[in-house]
């Protein structure tokens, strides 16, 4: 299996701040034939459902907002939030699509300094 | 725009059987791959299985001894059976969709329905 790891656990950014988690696999997710990495955000909120931001590690899905941003490739993803704003407090998780069993990270609870 | 929607008990005993519906809404089930994603209390997610229409799954290796995915074109639903369950299967159970193809990226999910096992 892919293990997936983030950091920090926990952090607290100022509004309008810049906000980083960095993701990283135990295996490169980057598929040769393509030069895609299998690497998706997940943005999650309290009672709701993850809802996608990112996917092959740096396309933003549609309605998201152009703060997120995703780099990396390999095994060393990060995301970030350019501006952090009172909505985007929530718990991100990273996600490798590379192979199964598909694994998530342990998630980055993200708060208003 | 696809809509997905969980059913099943809420309360399970243990070494019962857990078996939920998801039914989808706003687009057909035969295409894409469908998928069923947990996550217990407080903690992290955890991918279950997928399904494609024609039948085909994908289980995880962890679970795979006790998980039946199953698909009803005629119903656009699909369906979760997860057997021999013990408290450590208490979660909210999510059913998603990976609309854009690739198996495993889900970019459609249900609310979630909380499973919890008990006596």
Known sequence: DI???QS????????GERATINCKSSQ????SSNNKNYLAWFQQKPGQPPKLLIY??????????DRFSGSGSGTDFTLTISSLQTEDVAVYYCQQYY???FTFGPGTKVDIK | QLQLQESGPGLVKPSETLSLTCTVSGGSISNYYWGWIRQPPGK??????NIYYTGSTYYNPSLKSRVTISVDTS???FSLKLSSVTAADTAVYYCACAAKSDLGLFDYWGQGT??????
Do not use: C, F, H
Not at chain 1, 56 to 65: I, K, L, M
């Open chain 1, 28 to 31: 490169s997710v980057l598929y």
């Open chain 2, 44 to 49: 992290g997610l955890e991918w279950i299985g």
């Open chain 1, 99 to 101: 192979s199964t069993p």
């Open chain 1, 3 to 5: 293990v997936m790891t």
């Open chain 1, 56 to 65: 092959w590690a740096s396309t933003r899905e549609s309605g998201v907002p």
């Open chain 1, 8 to 15: 920090p656990d926990s952090l607290a950014v100022s509004l």
């Open chain 2, 75 to 77: 119903k656009n639903q």
């Open chain 2, 114 to 119: 909380l499973v919890t096992v008990s006596s």
